[in-house]
């Protein structure tokens, strides 16, 4: 990945700033308690919600593990219908891409589809250096672009955000860039949309291209799809003359029929409707209809890294939904800038360290970002154990091991020096901060027992050797307390709602 | 040696440890088998109640809908489009031309050579659709004759869209998919356009047509509640 985030502190640290953001955490704390009972009552009028799941997972992992065969499947339906296909093995060359297919059209000015893949790889940034200046169109993404600011969630980039605070972005901003907020703009989301609507209408009607990246990719047919709510993608998919998709290598599925799985899964997930607004399908260029040429960039930057990885591999199923950020009480609390990546919450806490490699002190930090609770394992549409990767990377993390970098195999050392443990104690200074944090973690610790190693490993073995690591008790200090104090109940009080 | 190239060996030395039996699918032999073992459809109906749930998740997702028997058809739109004030109104080549019978306003062709300024000059697009699915309340369009090119129903803010029931009418996603053709451009149209980027409170109209409007026709012969 490049610098969007470049300097930003490891994830402790940025974390001890933003859980002192009272006005932040408000704001997250809504929101994120929105979304989570909205999820909850969109998947559970899906009876067979656990076999999509599986079939999701399934789809994912067999596709992964033939990832080669599909993508030359996929180029090739692409090409058959009229599309270009580019390959860009790092974030540079996909920018280097990119930049090169937009001169070549002479426009100076490009609109964009909402793509974490674009975010991944720095394109505005690197755009703006070659004088091009690329137009954010959703509503959260204007949002962040106009403020300068970072997005800190994957589907409401936005999220930390007011509307306040969004209105005096609106005033303070819009005539910058084209037609300026309408007098009076009052907080009201609608009237804040209505002005997004009519700034950014200008720039549809002008685009001469658009960028995307896109929700799938079919090998057998060559389609793309792009799932969105606002209307927006589909004026960049339709309106503009070129149409430059930058999607990563992962997002394949084999057949049209996969779709029936995903389309089910994704917008309940994410957005917790039934189906999402609009979904756009297409496949290479139509005469008359939409672009004239149409270009996928597929990108690796990572991602053959990642799967090389026996246990962590399993994070490229991710479908971007974002259900598991809205149920992590340390997302909740920390924040989505906190870990210093366009990928926030549980699954950047997986997904950074292995795009970039465990590279330095953020990257070292994030698998320690975590309470283990397992809520972010239980809401993921694809099933990844999210739980079960963070462990493995703070495995690689204090003993280094095999890993993979750029395509070459390498051996990590150990975090230098006392820095591992050193992470690990920050995260635990931060956890005993946050009692709810805490707790949960305990419970885990608990009811993992049968898993506890017997000596250490890594550096602490030696010290393990002639000593009988501490047995965690089956119930923790904490549960026993809450469990025994009223003297009536034996039931312990835990829920999930209980993460404060 | 190209970019692609270095992608592909980087993949196949990733995955050089998977043995590449190319079984049923082609998975390698450590993939979990696929079991499409979820529902095609979610609960029995009969094709009435498929239409009725298709009305009320339309509805929900804050959508009108209108019903009528084909020949009231032509007054309904008519009628819609009157109360929506609407002076000009752009319409795909094969669209019923019966449908426009008592249209007042100036109708409009789709046409290859129509800019997007010119459509944003536009009230309000009738249409047909391809397939409409009850369980998520959901049209399909492709760009078929009745349907024109993706921009028609994109760039006016109002859109008529009739759906032929119970011919039209799927129950779910997976039955939705046999029934459309990949090649085409599709467009998937779950009420009107919406955010919730603000405070993840939902507003409906952000960039596609703020108003949709859809008419559940029933097929000549087959009776009707009448417009409304």
Request: hydrophobic share 40%.
């Amino acid at each position: 990945m490049t610098g969007t985030y470049l300097g930003m502190p490891a994830f402790p640290r940025a974390a001890a700033g933003s859980t002192r953001d009272a006005r932040l955490r408000a704001n997250l704390t809504h929101a994120t308690h929105t979304i989570r009972d909205k999820r909850a009552r969109a998947v559970a009028e899906l009876d067979d919600w656990a076999q999509l799941r599986a079939a999701g997972a399934a789809v994912k992992d067999r596709t992964l593990l033939r990832l080669d065969r599909y993508l030359e499947q996929l180029e090739a339906a692409v090409v058959a219908a009229g599309g270009r296909v580019h390959w860009a093995a790092d974030a540079a060359e996909a920018n280097r891409i990119v930049t090169e297919l937009v001169r070549e059209t002479g426009e100076r000015e490009v609109v964009k589809v909402k793509s974490m893949a674009t975010q991944e790889i720095g394109l505005n940034e690197a755009l703006e250096q070659a004088g091009i200046r690329a137009y954010e169109t959703d509503l959260a993404e204007l949002i962040v672009q106009l403020g300068e600011d970072l997005p800190s969630h994957i589907l409401v980039p936005a999220i930390h955000r007011n509307r306040a605070e969004i209105r005096d972005i609106f005033r303070r901003e819009m005539g910058r860039w084209g037609r300026p907020a309408p007098e009076g703009l009052s907080d009201a989301p609608a009237e804040l949309a209505e002005a997004a609507r009519l700034h950014l209408r200008e720039k549809f009607l002008a685009a001469k291209v658009g960028i995307s990246g896109a929700n799938f990719m079919v090998a057998e047919t060559g389609t793309l799809v792009v799932v969105e709510s606002e209307g927006n993608g589909r004026m960049c998919l339709t309106l503009p003359e070129t149409l430059i998709s930058v999607v990563g290598i992962e997002k394949v599925v084999p057949t049209w029929q996969d779709l029936e799985i995903f389309l089910q899964l994704l917008p309940r997930s994410s957005t917790a409707e039934r189906m999402n607004p609009y979904t756009s399908t297409w496949t290479g260029t139509v005469d008359g209809d939409g672009p004239r040429t149409f270009h996928l960039v597929l990108l690796d930057n990572g991602r053959t890294d990642t799967l090389a990885d026996s246990v962590g591999r399993q994070a490229l199923r991710c479908i971007r939904c974002s259900a598991c950020l809205n149920v992590c009480p340390v997302y909740e609390r920390a924040g989505g800038h906190a870990y210093g990546s366009p990928y926030p919450g549980p699954i950047g806490a997986i997904l950074t360290p292995q795009l970039r490699g465990l590279a330095g002190p953020l990257e070292e930090s994030l698998p320690y970002a975590s309470s283990l609770c397992g809520a972010c394992y239980e809401v993921c549409p694809v099933a990844i154990d999210i739980p079960e990767v963070l462990v493995h990377l703070r495995e690689r993390v204090v003993e280094g091991g095999p890993g993979v970098r750029r395509g070459a195999r390498v051996v990590l050392k150990p975090a230098k020096g006392h820095a591992a443990e050193r992470a690990a104690m920050r995260a635990a200074a931060w956890a005993f901060d946050h009692p709810g944090v805490l707790r949960r973690g305990m419970r885990l610790a608990a009811r993992t027992r049968g898993l506890h190693p017997r000596r250490l490993p890594g550096p602490g073995r030696a010290w393990s050797q002639d000593r009988d690591l501490p047995v965690v008790p089956p119930e923790s200090f904490r549960d026993w307390w809450r469990r025994t104090r009223g003297g009536s109940s034996g039931q312990p009080s835990r829920g999930e709602g209980d993460a404060g | 040696m190209s970019s692609r190239d270095v992608v592909l060996a980087r993949v196949r030395r990733a995955l050089a440890e998977v043995p590449r039996d190319g079984g049923p699918g082609g998975a390698g032999a450590g993939a979990p088998p696929l079991v499409r073992d979820y529902r095609r459809v979610h609960g029995a109906r009969t094709t009435a109640e498929t239409v009725e749930l298709l009305a009320e998740n339309l509805a929900e997702y804050r959508a009108s809908v209108h019903r009528s028997d084909a020949a009231g058809l032509p007054a309904l739109i008519g009628r819609l489009l009157a109360e929506r004030g609407a002076r000009r109104v752009v319409v795909p080549r094969g669209l019923e031309p019966g449908w426009l019978a008592e249209v007042r306003a100036e109708v409009v062709e789709d046409r290859a050579e129509q800019t997007a300024r010119e459509l944003d000059a536009v009230d309000s697009v009738v249409t047909g659709c391809a397939v409409a699915i009850a369980e998520t309340g959901t049209l399909v369009l492709d760009a078929g004759p009745d349907q024109g090119r993706r921009r028609i129903t994109l760039v006016p803010d109002h859109h008529v869209c009739v759906v032929r029931v119970p011919g039209q009418v799927v129950g779910s996603v997976p039955e939705a998919l046999p029934r459309l053709v990949p090649g085409r451009p599709l467009t998937w149209i779950s009420g009107p356009s919406a955010t919730s980027d603000i405070e993840l409170d939902r507003v409906e109209g952000v960039h596609g047509p703020r108003t949709l409007e859809v008419v559940l026709v029933e097929a000549a012969g087959a009776g009707g509640a009448g417009g409304g």
